[in-house]
C-alpha cells in the first residue's frame, strides 16, 4: 500500500455449460501438452479460415485454467505474422476430448477490429503518441512485411524505457522486451448518441476502436530504488523509441496464534524436529516452499528483497496480538505479523476453493507465500507475481499492513494475473483493481463467520478497505460510495479512463455493493443512486453469495484483458443468464447494479424468475417477425426453402422450424431478417432456440453455423456454432444487444457445411425483445 493513495495505491459461443449454482471448478489441471495446444489453435484457426481470414492470422497459447469438472479454460493471444496484437485475445472453455464449447473474445487485429471511421469520434486518450514517422499501413488494412521490421533492438527499446521511467533504478529482475502489434485506441460515441451532452453519455454510448496500428515493443520494468518498488510496463515505438504509452505494474494496497485484529485464531502449521513451522502443505503444491508459507522477511531492504526463512517456532502458539515494537522479528511480539498473514492467507484460499472450487491464486493449485517485515516501518504491502507471493511491511503511518481484507486484495491481484490478466491502466485497471476490493471484501466476510462452509455469508465484512491498518480509523475505500474518498468516481464517466486505476474503481465497487446489497431511495443516503428511475426505485440486492459468483465467472472465463465497463457489464450479465437464467432476478439484479452506476439503463425490477420475465411497467415488444416460423417464410429473407415441418427433426414449439444444414454436401444456406431497434429501449434481447446433431466424428472444424448482425455497414459475430458443439435436445440461447439502441440492423444466421458428413443446426423460437 502507498500511503498516498487509497488502497496502496464479443463471445464467438455462448453455452450454458453451468447447471447451476453450486457448480464447483474441477480439480486442477495438467498443462496442455504440445499436441492438445496445437490442436485447440487449429480450431481456433478453422473458425478464422471460415470467416475468410488467411494463415498470416493465428493464435498463441498463454495460460489455461480448471473449468467445471471435465472442461478446461485456456487464453489464446491473437497474433498477425507470428507476431502478438497487444489487446486482442480470446478466452476459450474445451471439454474433456479438447472441444471448443465457448469463446469470448476482444478482437483488435488489423483489418478485423472495429475502425475509427465510425462517427462521433473523440479526442485520443493522452497516452498516445505522436503521428512521426508514420504508422502502420490503415486501421482498415494488415500491415505490410516491411512495416513489421524493427528499427531498433530489444535493448534498445529497455533503454528509452529506462530513461523515461527511472534512470538512475536498478533492475530487481531482468527486463523484458516483446515485439508486438499495438493497436493505438480511441473513444467514439454511437450514433444514437451523437448529439448527447457529454455530461449525460452512458458507457455503452460510447466504444473504443482502433484508430491505427504500431509496431512495438512492451517493455517490462521491475526497479527499485531508494527503498521504493519501480515496476512499470511500458510501450516503446519500434521504429524510433518514442514511448507510446506506460502505466504502474505493481498492483499495491496498500497451531493457535494471536493475532493483531482478530483475537486468538486457528492458523494450520506443520512440525519440525525442533518444533513447528508456518508451512501448511494442505492447502497448494509447488512453488518455493512446497506449500503456502510465511516467512521472515527480517528488514530485507524493498529495493531487493529477500523473503527469508519459514517462521519457526518451538511451541505451536505464535505471537502476541500487539502492533510490531521494532524489536526482533522472531520474539512473540514479531510473530504476530506472521499469524496475521498465515490466518489471511489461509481464509482467502479457503474462501475460494470451497466456494468456487478455485484452487491457490492459478487455479491449479500452485502454492503461494507471504514474507512478513519487508523494509524498516514500510508502510506498503505489495503483491508480486514474478513469485506468485506478496509481502507486507511493518507501517509507520499505517499499522502492520497484514489485515484480512488487505490480504485478499493482494491475493486477489494473483487471480487476476492467472486470469483475465486485466491491463492496469484505463478502465480496464480500474477493473482489475476493482476485482482485488471485492476479493478482499469477500474474503474478509468468509473468515469473520467461521471460514468454513460453501458459501460467502450474508455478512461479516464491513465493506470498507483498510479499516483496521489505518490509525486514524478512516477506511482507504468506501465500497458503498467510493467518493467519500475525495478522488474516487462513484459512476462511470467519459473521463473514468484518465484517472489512477485506484480511483477508477469505485464505480465497479459501487455496483458490486448494490449487486449484493442493494440500494436506497432515500436521494440523502450514501446507498442512493440517482440513475435508479424504475421500480422499485431501491433496487434489491441477490446476497454476497451469488454476487461474487457471478462477478468470479465473468473474470475467469469471460474477460480479456482489455475489458472496460460497457464489455464487463455485458459479460457479467452473460455469466448471471448462465447460472441463474435469463429472465431471473439474478440476472435483473446484475442490469439494475450496473444501471446505477451510468452503465446501461434501469429496468423494471418485477418478475424475474418467479414471474417468469422482467416485468415493470412497460410490456416488452416483439421486433422479430414470424420468429417461430409458424406463418412459414413471412418475414425472412435468404434461403427459405429450410423453414418448413421437415421430416427428422422436430420444433422446440409449434410445427415448423428452420432446418439449416443436415445436407452431408458442400452447402451454404442463411436466414437473414431486418429489424429497427427504438432509440427509446432500455432493454434489448435476442434469443434463440438452437439444436445441432452432427455425424463428424474428428475433432477438427467441418460445419459452422455463425450468427452476426450488420448495423451501419458494419458487421459483429455475436457467435459461431460448430460441428464440435452438438446439443442433445433444444438450448436457449440470449444476447443482450442494448448497444445497438436506435439502429437498424441485420440479424443473420448464417450456415456453411463441408462436403461430407451432415451437421444439423435446427433453428426455432428467434425472439428480439425491446422495453
Not at 447451476?20 to 492438445?36: K, W
Not at 504502474?248 to 492458523?267: D, E, H, K
Request: negative net charge; glycine residues 10%.
Amino acid at each position: 500500500m502507498n500511503p498516498r493513495l487509497p488502497l496502496i495505491a464479443a463471445s464467438l459461443a455462448f453455452a450454458p455449460w453451468l447447471a447451476g449454482a453450486a457448480q464447483l471448478m474441477s480439480a486442477p489441471v495438467a498443462l496442455a501438452t504440445p499436441q492438445e495446444s496445437a490442436s485447440l489453435v487449429a480450431q481456433l484457426t478453422a473458425l478464422d479460415a471460415r470467416a475468410g481470414l488467411t494463415a498470416d492470422y493465428s493464435f498463441r497459447i498463454s495460460s489455461q485454467h480448471p473449468g467445471v469438472v471435465g472442461q478446461k479454460i485456456v487464453r489464446a493471444q491473437h497474433t498477425y505474422k507470428n507476431l502478438r496484437v497487444f489487446g486482442s485475445e480470446s478466452v476459450v472453455v474445451s471439454n474433456a476430448a479438447g472441444e471448443i464449447v465457448s469463446v469470448s473474445s476482444a478482437d483488435r487485429r488489423p483489418g478485423i477490429a472495429p475502425q475509427a471511421s465510425m462517427p462521433g469520434e473523440t479526442a485520443p486518450g493522452p497516452v498516445t503518441a505522436p503521428a512521426s514517422p508514420p504508422p502502420l499501413s490503415s486501421a482498415t488494412a494488415p500491415p505490410s512485411p516491411a512495416e513489421l521490421t524493427p528499427t531498433l533492438s530489444g535493448d534498445d527499446a529497455v533503454n528509452a524505457a529506462v530513461q523515461a521511467i527511472a534512470p538512475s533504478a536498478t533492475h530487481r529482475w531482468p527486463p523484458s522486451a516483446e515485439l508486438l502489434i499495438y493497436p493505438v485506441m480511441k473513444t467514439v460515441r454511437s450514433a444514437a448518441a451523437l448529439n448527447k451532452p457529454a455530461d449525460q453519455l452512458n458507457a455503452l454510448d460510447v466504444e473504443e476502436v482502433v484508430d491505427h496500428y504500431e509496431l512495438a515493443y512492451l517493455v517490462q520494468l521491475r526497479m527499485a530504488q531508494d527503498g521504493k518498488l519501480i515496476y512499470y510496463d511500458v510501450v516503446v515505438k519500434a521504429r524510433n523509441g518514442e514511448i507510446i504509452a506506460r502505466w504502474p505494474a505493481l498492483q499495491t494496497v496498500i497451531g493457535t496464534g494471536n493475532s493483531q485484529y482478530n483475537g486468538v485464531v486457528p492458523i494450520s502449521t506443520s512440525p519440525t524436529a525442533g518444533g513447528f513451522q508456518m508451512l501448511d502443505a494442505t492447502r497448494g503444491s509447488g512453488g518455493k516452499f512446497g506449500g503456502m508459507a510465511i516467512t521472515n522477511a527480517n528488514h530485507s531492504s524493498p529495493n531487493s528483497p529477500d523473503p527469508g526463512d519459514i517462521y519457526s517456532n518451538s511451541s505451536n502458539t505464535w505471537g502476541d496480538g500487539q502492533q510490531y515494537n521494532g524489536g526482533g522479528t522472531t520474539t512473540a511480539n514479531g510473530q504476530t505479523a506472521a499469524v496475521n498473514a498465515l490466518w489471511g492467507l489461509m481464509n482467502t484460499y479457503d474462501a475460494n476453493k470451497n466456494v468456487l472450487g478455485w484452487q491457490s491464486l492459478d487455479g491449479n493449485n500452485t502454492a503461494t507465500y507471504i514474507a512478513a517485515h519487508i523494509g524498516t516501518a514500510y508502510d506498503n504491502a505489495f503483491y508480486d507475481d514474478s513469485c506468485l507471493c506478496m509481502y507486507i511491511g511493518d507501517g509507520n503511518s499505517f499499522t502492520s499492513l497484514g489485515a484480512i481484507d488487505v490480504i485478499g486484495h493482494e491475493m486477489s491481484h494473483g487471480v487476476t494475473a492467472a486470469t483475465a490478466d486485466l491491463i492496469y491502466t484505463g478502465e480496464s485497471g480500474g477493473l482489475n483493481e476493482s476485482h482485488s476490493d471485492i476479493g478482499g471484501e469477500m474474503v474478509e466476510a468468509y473468515a469473520r463467520r467461521g471460514g468454513a462452509g460453501a458459501e460467502i455469508p450474508a455478512a461479516g465484512n464491513d465493506w470498507m478497505l483498510g479499516t483496521e491498518i489505518s490509525k486514524s480509523g478512516q477506511p482507504l475505500r468506501w465500497m458503498y460510495r467510493p467518493g467519500k474518498d475525495g478522488s474516487s468516481q462513484d459512476a462511470w464517466s467519459s473521463g473514468l479512463k484518465d484517472l489512477d486505476v485506484h480511483y477508477s474503481s469505485g464505480p465497479n465497487n459501487r455496483m458490486f455493493y448494490f449487486l449484493a446489497q442493494g440500494s436506497k431511495a432515500d436521494a440523502s443516503s450514501d446507498y442512493h443512486s440517482p440513475y435508479l428511475n424504475k421500480a422499485p426505485a431501491a433496487m434489491t440486492g441477490i446476497g454476497s453469495d451469488k454476487a461474487y459468483r457471478i462477478w468470479f465467472k465473468a473474470l475467469t472465463t469471460k474477460f480479456t484483458s482489455s475489458t472496460n465497463y460497457a464489455d464487463a457489464r455485458n459479460k457479467v450479465l452473460q455469466a448471471a443468464q448462465e447460472l441463474y437464467g435469463n429472465g431471473s432476478r439474478e440476472a435483473i439484479a446484475v442490469q439494475r447494479a450496473y444501471a446505477a452506476i451510468n452503465v446501461g439503463a434501469d429496468i423494471d425490477e418485477a418478475g424475474g424468475s418467479d414471474g417468469g420475465g422482467d416485468g415493470g411497467e412497460s410490456e416488452a415488444v416483439e421486433q422479430v417477425v414470424n420468429g417461430g416460423f409458424e406463418d412459414g417464410i413471412t418475414g425472412w429473407s435468404g434461403s427459405t426453402g429450410v423453414i418448413g415441418a421437415h421430416d427428422g427433426q422436430t420444433p422446440h414449439q409449434g410445427s415448423r422450424f428452420a432446418w439449416l444444414g443436415g445436407n452431408g454436401r458442400r452447402t451454404n444456406e442463411t436466414l437473414t431478417q431486418q429489424l429497427q431497434i427504438p432509440a427509446t429501449a432500455s432493454s434489448i434481447q435476442l434469443s434463440f432456440a438452437l439444436h445441432i446433431d452432427t455425424d463428424e466424428t474428428s475433432n477438427t472444424v467441418y460445419d459452422t453455423l455463425t450468427v452476426s448482425l450488420r448495423a451501419g455497414g458494419a458487421s459483429t459475430t455475436l457467435a459461431t456454432y460448430t460441428n464440435l458443439t452438438p446439443a442433445g435436445g433444444y438450448q436457449l440461447r440470449s444476447f443482450d444487444l442494448l448497444p445497438f439502441k436506435g439502429q437498424t440492423i441485420t440479424l443473420s444466421f448464417a450456415m456453411l457445411e463441408d462436403r461430407s458428413k451432415q451437421t444439423s443446426f435446427v433453428l426455432d423460437k428467434v425472439s428480439l425483445l425491446t422495453k
